[in-house]
């Protein structure tokens, strides 16, 4: 055979492009930031999706999308529910506005672009619509009885029998309380903890689930197990949850709809034909723990030939709220099993389980014994010195009525019918230790005991590797403690309290986004918040309350959660819609602070919280709170055309930083206040220190770090300042020395001390207010991104569409690389020390820019990609880059 090489020199070109569009394809396709979501209540939902294209320049300059209820249209690149046309633009997150959403429908969607000379044409995505309104409902609100003090949990059950063929079946349940579905004797999905936690009587969630294949042609069964949650709050502690004003037995509402083979259908609701008695789970409190008599289980309870003669009717109830409405958000799951690492014997009936690390969650414990033998199992962080569990430090503010209701202790009676398993329901802890006692001799080996990690399930976004140990221990310990308390509505602590302490979040937004795909669950979060306002503006500190913090702990250092999580959700994923939900939510917050204190100054709030030493002026951190949400809300009303409330916020931010830098500015010293790392670095963070003293502030803070033997000195709120304060201030080596401090006080000093998460207080030893696993000194996280990562994101082109990349060298590291998987892509700045020269690995996803700056850096040269380069700033087009400073 003989070759034609000429004409295979000629086709080179067109195979290239063959491969390269091979290389090109459309991923993260979702629909309201989750993917093939079912049982959304959106009538515009939102569609996103990213450009997989490693090509140089890669950029989208138009896209076309394709709606419609049959997918097979969709391939021919038709549709008749929408059909945008090809759009020029290179957004990636449009708002559906083609023909009005039907509820209980499927729709499947299309999204296509071009880079200007390649049209690139993405996989069929779908999302199917749920309820839409509440007129939808067929189901009834059902319970066993309205007696908030019994204990044991209900089981309901209904038979049924499918007509004819399935075709489809979806499950929607909304429930007050919380709930475990069932068909057939299978649960129903994998989530933990359904329903999310929300201000019942204003707002209720309901779960969609395809149960089409867990329905039988003959006789089926639905069983309902329910637990208290929030809902009904039986143990007592300083929150009066139990004195709620929606408490109430928990109750739920089911639709079972069935779509048929010939397009009939069928609704199997919850009313007056279901059934229903008490379960094993003879307590459940979310929480302290869960008590479980396995001699009262009902083995087939569930399923459909059970004998259920001698059940209960079902009574009627309200419905809790008015506004039943789509749970839309990663779901609480166990995301992951962790094997016991270590099991001590104590004695004959006592034995001590340690998992190694602190995790939020359940153990689930395997075992057999005599029936009616007692299994307590009391979950911890810490130990006594004789090696016995401690758990004093987490049980301060339960305020017991009797001794029914140990705190974190399971109690399993066993049934003694051979091995059995037992994992709670309707409760999570915060623990690395387990106490197993159990009142006879029962031989326990380590596999015996297991412990599930649970949180809301949201995705990863980012990563951090260094060259420095305690670094990459401090940071996995502050992701831990962020997903410990993340439970659909972020927490201060999984075991004493389990609060949505708004200041503990608004501190660790930052870290958050960066490293975790969060926006569905502070969606939700921020809902939560709407629901709590008072019509003066004001909010509680805790959200969702039983009306609990409305006077103590708010002000604009805690709850300027309404204005902040909104702004950094905008700059992190370039969506308006959370800021435009909260507007008026933020508007009615700043104007009730500007009311009630006219002169710019405000004393409202709880200060700089557990501060090491130094006590700062409350009036210093809650003024530039103030100033902050002022400026948040200015900036927001410009992104949404609100001309002349911009020209109102920034004029009164104006008076606010003239009346803070007034009186607590010594501007010919640049200090402020006493000049404790608190005061000086919480004003250089709100950026409300005017231009010409910026540079002598920072200088001064620097010197005080150095003369506080570059430890910490600061509480919550100096803790989210003092890093970025200095690093973006030109003294990131000093922020450094203090972020890899291994010597108290320090986040190093815990590390050092065997911590796997964040503490609440600086010494180990303090008396009070020491849990183990909080997130409030969590702003580590988020500055070993923006600092030594230096990923940014750019206000002007939100959601990385533009990056700013300003990574900073530090004295005592050597490497440093961190990632972030953004709206468009994956972000990775990586930098290394070779000798005395420098080399940055940089990405940048297709469809977005940046702008890399420089580090200083005397007597060398800056090479891009071999080229040199004279410029301080590096404008990049996607694609992967390597920038060298070489010592001349």
């Known amino acids: 055979m003989r070759f034609n090489f000429l004409k295979i020199l000629t086709l080179l070109p067109s195979i290239f492009l063959i491969s390269n569009a091979k290389a090109q394809s459309l991923t993260a396709l979702k629909t309201e930031y989750l993917t093939q979501p079912i049982g959304l209540d959106n009538p515009q939902p939102r569609f996103t999706w990213q450009m997989n294209d490693n090509s140089q320049d890669a950029k989208q300059t138009k896209y076309r999308i394709l709606v419609d209820v ?18 020029k633009s290179d957004l990636n997150l449009v708002i559906y506005s083609g023909q009005s959403l039907k509820p209980f429908t499927k729709y ?5 672009v071009t880079n200007g000379s390649q049209k690139t044409f993405g996989k069929i995505a779908s999302f199917e619509m749920g309820m839409m309104s509440m007129s939808n409902w067929q189901g009834a609100w059902i319970s066993d009885n309205e007696n908030v003090k019994l204990k044991p949990a209900p089981y309901f059950r209904k038979t049924f029998s499918p007509l004819k063929k399935v075709k489809s079946a979806r499950a929607y349940i909304a429930a007050a309380g919380l709930y ?38 003959g006789k089926n069964a639905i069983g309902v197990l329910l637990g208290n949650g929030w809902y009904n709050h039986q143990s007592t502690a300083v929150w009066d949850f139990d004195r709620a004003p929606w408490r109430n037995r928990p109750t739920f509402c089911l639709d079972v709809r069935i779509t048929y083979e010939d397009g009939s259908l069928e609704t199997i609701k919850s009313g007056k034909d279901w059934k229903t008695a008490l379960s094993p789970i003879v307590f459940n409190s979310i929480y302290t723990a869960e008590h479980y008599d396995a001699r009262m289980e009902k083995p087939g309870w569930n399923t459909a030939n059970f004998d259920d003669k001698d059940w209960k009717d079902v009574i009627y109830r309200t419905a809790p709220s008015k506004n039943i409405i789509a749970q839309a958000l990663h779901p609480i799951r166990n995301v992951e099993e962790i094997a016991t690492k270590m099991i001590k014997k104590i004695n004959d009936t006592t034995y001590l389980f340690d998992l190694g690390r602190n995790i939020s969650g359940v153990s689930k414990i395997t075992i057999n014994g005599r029936a009616g033998a007692i299994i307590k199992l009391k979950h ?30 399971d109690i399993l009676v066993l049934n003694g019918k051979g091995v059995q398993s037992f994992m709670p329901h309707f409760n999570y802890k915060g623990f690395q230790y387990v106490e197993v006692t159990t009142s006879t001799p029962i031989n326990l080996k380590k596999e015996d005991l297991v412990g599930y990690f649970m949180h809301s399930d949201v995705p990863v976004s980012g990563e951090v590797k260094s060259s420095e140990a305690i670094i990459n221990k401090i940071y ?45 669950i502070y969606e939700k979060w921020l809902a939560d918040h709407r629901d709590e306002q008072q019509p003066n503006g004001v909010l509680p500190s805790i959200i969702p309350t039983d009306g609990w913090g409305y006077e103590w702990g708010n002000g604009p250092d805690w709850t300027s959660t309404i204005a902040i999580i909104p702004w950094n959700i905008y700059l992190f994923y370039g969506d308006k819609k959370l800021l435009a939900d909260c507007y008026e939510s933020i508007r009615k917050y700043v104007n009730h602070i500007d009311e009630t204190y006219p002169t710019g100054l405000t004393s409202w709030g709880l200060g700089d919280w557990i501060p090491v030493k130094s006590k700062s002026p409350v009036e210093l951190t809650s003024t530039c709170y103030y100033y902050a949400d002022a400026i948040i809300l200015a900036k927001a009303a410009k992104v949404l055309g609100k001309n002349d409330d911009y020209e109102k916020y920034i004029a009164l931010a104006k008076k606010i930083k003239d009346a803070f830098n007034a009186k607590y500015l010594n501007k010919e010293k640049g200090i402020y206040a006493s000049g404790v790392q608190t005061e000086m670095s919480v004003p250089l963070y709100w950026k409300i220190v005017p231009e010409e003293s910026m540079a002598l ?29 200095l690093s973006e201030n030109g003294y990131s080596n000093i922020a450094y020395k203090i972020a890899a401090q291994k010597t108290y006080p320090s986040w190093g000093w815990w590390m050092e001390n065997g ?7 600086w010494p180990i030893d303090a008396k009070s207010d020491i849990s183990m696993n909080h997130i409030m000194f969590g702003e580590i996280g988020a500055w070993l991104y923006k600092s030594p990562g230096g990923i940014k994101p750019d206000e002007q082109q939100p959601g990385f569409k533009h990056i700013i990349l300003d990574p900073h060298i530090m004295e005592g590291l050597d490497s440093f690389e961190a990632s972030h998987i953004s709206p468009y892509g994956k972000i990775v700045s990586a930098w290394k020390k070779i000798d005395k020269d420098i080399r940055y690995d940089i990405t940048i996803p297709a469809n977005s820019t940046a702008s890399f700056n420089v580090p200083p850096q005397p007597d060398a040269d800056t090479y891009l990609n071999g080229k040199l380069v004279k410029s301080q700033t590096i404008e990049l087009t996607s694609g992967k880059y390597v920038i060298e400073k070489k010592a001349r």
């Open 70 to 87: 049959d997918s097979s249209i969709l391939t021919k690149g038709k549709a008749n529910k929408w059909n945008t046309g090809w759009i």
């Open 108 to 112: 499947f969607w299309r999204v296509d």
């Open 180 to 217: 475990e579905l069932s068909i057939n004797g299978k649960k129903i999905g994998n989530h933990r903890m359904d329903p999310m936690y929300t201000r019942f009587d204003r707002r209720t969630l309901y779960v969609t689930y395809d149960v089409t294949n867990e329905i039988n042609q």
């Open 380 to 409: 911890g962080e810490r130990l006594y010195p004789n090696g016995r569990l401690d758990i004093s430090n987490i049980d301060a503010h339960y305020r017991p009525t009797d001794n029914t209701d140990p705190f974190q202790t």
């Open 476 to 520: 996995s310990a502050t992701n831990n403690s962020y997903l410990s308390n993340l439970f659909g509505y972020p927490t201060d602590c999984p075991q004493r309290e389990k609060n949505g302490w708004t200041g503990d979040a608004q501190i660790a937004i930052e870290t958050g986004l960066y490293g975790f795909d969060g926006i569905t």
């Open 697 to 725: 502030v920072a200088g001064n803070l620097a010197k005080r770090v150095e003369a506080d033997g570059f430890h910490l000195d600061v509480g919550l709120l100096g803790t989210k300042a003092i890093l970025n304060a």
């Open 755 to 761: 911590a796997t998460t964040l503490y609440e207080n």
